[in-house]
């Protein structure tokens, strides 16, 4: 059963570009979630989607956006990058009829923002 | 407040001994689930164990175990006999609530342990 695809794995981008971020969840489950990894932040949720519907949405700036296709693959965008946008981007993925199932995590996209 | 706090930043363990990883959490819903995480240097985050708020046994999988003291929220991880392999950043976790209201976790800041043999 193949896992959680992100990509790419890795990034580098200037001040002020844009970055899409793609993520494909594993198969049968339809709740995706993204999360910034920094040292300095540790792990923080940035949105949750559920069929194509934002659900949650964390404490990030609008800059910081995401969709969801009918497939449950998910793409993340941040705009107009920053230096403190470099971070390890988590995608992860669930079913929503198992409390204990927790996520499936992607192996990330590191993003260096120069 | 932080919804998850773990205290030790860095924790070492002898090979084949047992380690606990200490989590409190904060929280005022009844329903909520508390996970742990393994972080390898690779990057992936994966799945240990679950503890749901109303499972009155403590959750056990394989070598980990999870020591839940509900009045205390407190969610300790217990590694028994310790591998080089376990080696990594843990990270404790909980979500509110029920799936269907949201699938949002709070992480805790982690605990990097460090196997010796």
């Known amino acids: 059963k193949a896992g959680v695809t992100q990509t790419p794995r890795y990034l580098i981008k200037t001040r002020g570009q844009q970055v899409t971020l793609s993520c494909s969840p594993i198969?049968?489950?339809?709740?995706v979630s993204w999360y910034q990894q920094t040292p300095g932040q540790g792990l923080q949720f940035l949105f949750e989607?559920?069929?194509?519907?934002?659900?949650n949405k964390g404490n990030f700036p609008g800059r910081f956006s995401g969709r969801q296709f009918s497939n449950s693959r998910s793409e993340m965008n941040v705009s107009t990058l920053e230096l403190g946008d470099s971070a390890l981007y988590l995608c992860?993925?669930?079913?929503?009829?198992?409390?204990?199932?927790?996520?499936?995590f992607g192996s990330g996209t590191r993003l260096t923002v120069v | 407040a932080q919804k998850i706090t773990q205290t030790q930043p860095g924790m070492f363990v002898q090979e084949k001994e047992a380690v606990t990883l200490d989590c409190t959490y904060d929280?005022?819903?009844?329903?909520?689930?508390l996970f742990w995480y393994k972080q390898p240097s690779s990057g992936e985050m994966i799945f240990l164990i679950y503890?749901?708020?109303?499972?009155?046994q403590n959750a056990t999988e394989g070598r980990y175990s999870l020591n839940f003291q509900k009045a205390r929220k407190s969610a300790n991880l217990v590694i028994s006999a310790s591998q080089l392999g376990d080696s990594a950043m843990y990270f404790c976790?909980?979500?509110?609530?029920?799936?269907?209201?949201?699938?949002?976790?709070?992480f805790g800041t982690g605990t990097s342990l460090t196997v010796i043999p």
């Open positions: 929280t005022s819903d009844q329903s909520y689930g």
């Open positions: 989607y559920f069929s194509e519907t934002q659900r």
């Open positions: 976790a909980m979500r509110e609530g029920q799936l269907w209201t949201g699938n949002q976790f709070y």
């Open positions: 198969s049968g489950h339809r709740s």
């Open positions: 503890q749901g708020s109303y499972d009155e």
């Open positions: 992860a993925s669930s079913y929503l009829d198992r409390q204990d199932y927790g996520y499936t």
